[in-house]
């Protein structure tokens, strides 16, 4: 299970990978258009070097399933619809997601669908699918919500162990209970810049690139031969093929003169032959007869006129023979031996001059002249075979049939020529390749290193960009919930409720402050309920018990008196005189008088006995209720001060 | 939907686009308010309000009984029909064609599209981000785009609808209309898919039975749909703002952030003027300030 997976009770890649993850995604996933968007993800994704091709297979998995989840063959449908992807990368995973419906004709069989995936024994098209995705990824999640049919099919890769495996997951959401989880950045890929990204390079001389690590590897080079010879061939062939142009002009300019050659000479021996005037040099010219032209003349003719102009030599009339008029063979075929030969008419030293002008005097075709086409056109058909070795050949033939010394020099001359050149074009081959080879290999390590420093800026430019970005948001967040909180005047709401806040803690302080009153009267009240309990238990007061006590014993005395008196007076009825009665009488009243104030001030003191005793109640009942209302205001300014957030009620 | 200017004087007649009744779709929600000119009292009193609609009877019996015309609010939401009509051409660039041309991918298509949508959004301002570039747009014009994008409801249930209950028809058609012109942001660009989640849509909040086919929803899209309905909880106009996606980390929100932060920031044109529905040119309502003030007044 990957290390970074926040919930699994939740549709998309979020839950599977940690809050710094990116997400990108699209929600038409198609047959027709899955190669142009896994093109595209691929290119976005390539420097987290996700493997490629498990993402382009998983994207294309993801398709099939659409179609296999509703038992469709294996068609593309236009009608089948799209299914939505999401591929979310973080340091450790990559997770592609896909979604999609499935038909209420019949759902797939979840139960039992994790062993049977992970043990390949898939029961239909969707499990067998299934089964591919599990083997190229880590973890294979499927979710699936019944109320509105979706599917959630999630390959988990791990980015630096790709052998690494965890079994499949098949889980039931709910998605009334997902959490809401943060992500670093969700890019539609319309958003990304999809030109830069797929761009095709386009191919020019420098980003040709060679392979061949070092210099001296040959075998990798653009130059390639398989065989020194054909190298050389290759090279002879080219230098043929330049010759051919120049001989090609020069043939033209010869069919030319020996055309005209021929009439000349027509003209010439039809007036030897009609007049008697006798030809200045004795030999027998026969003039050869022209041949048809035809395309092989005209291809086998070579334009030597420049050589015949500084051809330097002439055959000498060692043998002259009759010159018949047959014609002499110029193609390839004919062999040096059927060459006759010409008795020479000229020196060494005479030139060949072609007469421009038909109308003037004909040019007497000399034998060194004919023999030097011939030996031209010979060389000529040779230098067009196909092998050295033939051309060599003929040279040596030319070298024997033509005289020694000049000829030969000649030929060597030219031979050797054409050899220093050719090594020398092969020498300068050489250099250039090499200079080009390396001239390509430091312009390749240039661009490499200046490709990974650019890197390496991206890079870092778009972390600190991402940073600024969050930063950015932070401190937009930050002064909404300052702005919020010091915001006055705004929000309707926010000032009722700072003058509840206000009245609560006026409220508060009012409380504290007859709370505060009320603890300093129970104080007093208890003194004075101590004082009365002392003062009960003692005896509420002590003149008036002690004037109790001597009343009633005055009453006693009295009483005994009295009773003497009456004693007395019953005894000596007969005896006292009315003076006596009187005063015994007046001093019952007095006594009687003295009795009634006395009980007079014993009520008095009882009542005063009983206001004591009520006021004490009063005072217990007043303290009970000081004491339970100073409780409900702690309790009050408890509340009070967490609601408003502040001390101040609690001050 | 509240609009004041149901009666206009009848010099208005030249400056209002006529409404076309022989070529009128029935059953389409009309992007402004009809009015007939009587020519006795001289005047131009409407007969449908903002997103009514006429049936086929109606259209029948309006034939050759009278002109019609729409509301002065129709400037205004032109360019978004345009911009419905445009999209939808370029929806329609990712069908298969016949000939071997390819076809453009679905993020060319995507991005296309936003490009398009950026031009209907227009800087707003924000009391909680003074200092942040806010767009906006009014909720009228997001459903009249939706209105034109879209397949039409069938006409059967519109009608259920009105007689069940004229408000709650407006807020369903108001809710699905901003449900849908959300959901192009996202990315969803099949025009069947929408007008089928458009419907399902309308038909719950209206509570009407018998929808026979089983339209899926996605997660995002039902979370979208939640959110409009917290958001258009009447059938008043409102705006829709970038800034009340920004705090919120719902899946849906997050990526509609995203998106809404690169039309501010890249496609929108910041001398564009807000679109709304307020004073003659519209339909007659006060603004909010206004209003307040006018209340405070009473």
């Given amino acids: ?651 | 939907m509240q609009f004041k200017t149901r009666k206009l004087p009848k010099s208005k007649a030249a400056e209002l686009v006529s409404y076309p009744v022989d070529t009128a779709e029935p059953y389409r929600p009309l992007p402004a308010p009809v009015y007939v000119l009587l020519s006795r009292n001289e005047k131009l009193v409407s007969v449908k309000g903002p997103f009514d609609f006429f049936t086929a009877r109606d259209l029948e019996r309006m034939k050759g009984a009278g002109t019609y015309f729409y509301g002065p609010i129709l400037k205004r939401v032109e360019p978004f029909h345009l911009a419905a009509r445009e999209v939808k051409t370029m929806i329609g660039w990712s069908q298969p064609t016949a000939t071997r041309v390819l076809e453009a991918a679905p993020y060319e298509i995507s991005d296309a599209i936003l490009r398009k949508l950026a031009t209907l959004w227009a800087p707003v301002a924000s009391a909680a981000q003074p200092n942040e570039t806010v767009i906006g747009v009014e909720s009228y014009f997001a459903v009249a785009f939706a209105n034109e994008l879209c397949e039409l409801i069938p006409g059967d249930r519109m009608e259920m609808a009105r007689e069940r209950d004229p408000d709650l028809y407006e807020i369903a058609l108001l809710r699905s209309g901003v449900f849908v012109f959300l959901a192009l942001h996202l990315g969803y660009m099949d025009v069947k898919v929408l007008s089928a989640l458009r419907y399902r849509f309308f038909h719950e909040l209206i509570q009407l039975t018998g929808l026979q086919t089983f339209v899926p929803i996605s997660l995002e899209l039902a979370e979208l749909k939640r959110w409009t309905e917290n958001l258009v909880h009447s059938p008043e106009v409102l705006m829709i703002s970038s800034d009340q996606f920004q705090f919120s980390i719902s899946r849906v929100t997050q990526k509609l952030k995203s998106r809404l932060l690169r039309v501010r920031k890249e496609l929108a044109d910041p001398e564009t003027i807000l679109a709304h529905t307020y004073d003659d040119g519209g339909l007659g309502n006060l603004r909010p300030d206004e209003e307040a003030k006018e209340v405070g007044d009473g």
């Fill in chain 1, 1 to 651: 299970m990957g290390d970074s997976m926040r919930s699994l009770n939740s549709f998309g890649v979020a839950g599977l990978l940690g809050p710094d993850c990116e997400v990108f995604y699209t929600n038409e996933l198609r047959a027709r258009n899955v190669g142009r968007i896994s093109d595209l993800v691929s290119a976005q994704i390539r420097d987290s070097n996700a493997d490629e091709l498990r993402i382009r297979a998983l994207l294309v998995y993801g398709v099939f399933q659409t179609y296999a989840v509703r038992n469709s063959i294996a068609h593309h449908n236009e009608a089948v619809p799209a299914a939505s992807v999401e591929i979310g990368i973080d340091p450790s995973y990559v997770a592609v997601a896909i979604t999609f419906h499935w038909d209420g004709k019949a759902s797939p069989k979840w139960k039992g669908m994790p062993e049977r995936v992970d043990s390949g024994q898939g029961i239909d098209p969707f499990e067998n699918i299934l089964e591919w995705i599990h083997r190229h990824s880590t973890q294979l999640i499927v979710r699936y919500e019944e109320k509105e049919r979706r599917i959630e099919v999630v390959a988990l890769m791990n980015r630096s162990d790709s052998a690494m495996k965890d079994p499949t997951m098949v889980v039931q959401v709910n998605s009334a209970t997902a959490p809401l989880l943060e992500v670093s950045n969700y890019h539609e890929l319309g958003d990304l810049d999809y030109s830069k990204l797929l761009r095709n390079p386009t191919a020019t001389a420098e980003d040709v690139k060679v392979k061949g690590d070092e210099p001296s590897d040959m075998s990798k080079s653009v130059f390639k031969a398989d065989s020194p010879l054909d190298s050389e061939a290759n090279e002879l062939r080219g230098l043929v093929a330049e010759y051919e142009k120049v001989i090609s002009g020069l043939k033209t300019t010869v069919n030319g003169l020996e055309t005209r050659l021929e009439v000349e000479m027509n003209r010439a021996s039809e007036r030897h032959f009609k007049s008697d005037a006798r030809v200045t040099d004795d030999s027998v010219i026969t003039v050869p007869e022209s041949k048809p032209e035809d395309s092989e003349k005209k291809e086998d003719d070579w334009g030597f006129h420049f050589m015949k102009k500084v051809w330097p030599f002439s055959k000498p009339e060692a043998n002259p023979e009759k010159i018949t008029s047959e014609s002499v063979p110029l193609d390839s075929e004919a062999s040096v031996s059927e060459v006759q030969t010409f008795k020479p008419d000229v020196t060494d030293d005479d030139e060949i001059t072609v007469v421009e002008d038909v109308n003037e005097d004909p040019v007497i075709a000399t034998e060194a002249s004919i023999a030097s086409t011939q030996a031209l056109g010979e060389i000529a058909e040779i230098a067009k075979g196909p092998n050295s070795k033939k051309m060599e050949t003929t040279l040596r033939e030319i070298e024997k049939e033509v005289d020694e010394g000049k000829a030969k020099r000649w030929v060597d001359s030219l031979s050797s020529e054409l050899l220093q050149e050719k090594a020398k074009l092969n020498e300068l081959q050489k250099n250039l390749a090499k200079q080009i080879r390396q001239r390509e290999l430091e312009f390749k390590t240039a661009e490499r290193s200046l490709k990974q420093e650019l890197k390496r800026k991206d890079e870092v430019l778009r972390g600190r960009e991402s940073a600024i970005e969050n930063k950015n948001e932070q401190i937009a967040q930050l002064n909404l919930a300052v702005e919020r909180a010091g915001a006055a005047t705004v929000d309707k709401e926010q000032g009722q409720i700072k003058m509840k806040l206000d009245r609560a803690q006026r409220m508060a302080q009012m409380k504290e402050e007859e709370a505060k009153s009320l603890v300093v009267k129970m104080r007093d009240l208890e003194n004075r309920l101590i004082i009365a309990q002392a003062k009960a238990q003692k005896g509420t007061d002590l003149q008036l018990t002690s004037k109790v006590q001597t009343l009633e014993k005055k009453v006693d005395e009295y009483k005994r008196v009295n009773q003497r008196l009456m004693e007395s007076l019953n005894q000596t009825k007969d005896k006292s005189s009315d003076k006596e009665m009187g005063d015994l009488r007046r001093k019952i009243e007095q006594l009687e008088r003295q009795s009634t104030e006395t009980k007079r001030s014993l009520d008095k003191s009882a009542f005063k006995l009983k206001e004591l005793q009520d006021s004490e109640r009063k005072l217990q009942t007043d303290l009970a209720r000081a004491v339970e209302e100073n409780r409900n205001l702690r309790k009050n300014q408890g509340r009070g001060s967490g609601e408003s957030g502040g001390g101040q009620a609690a001050a």
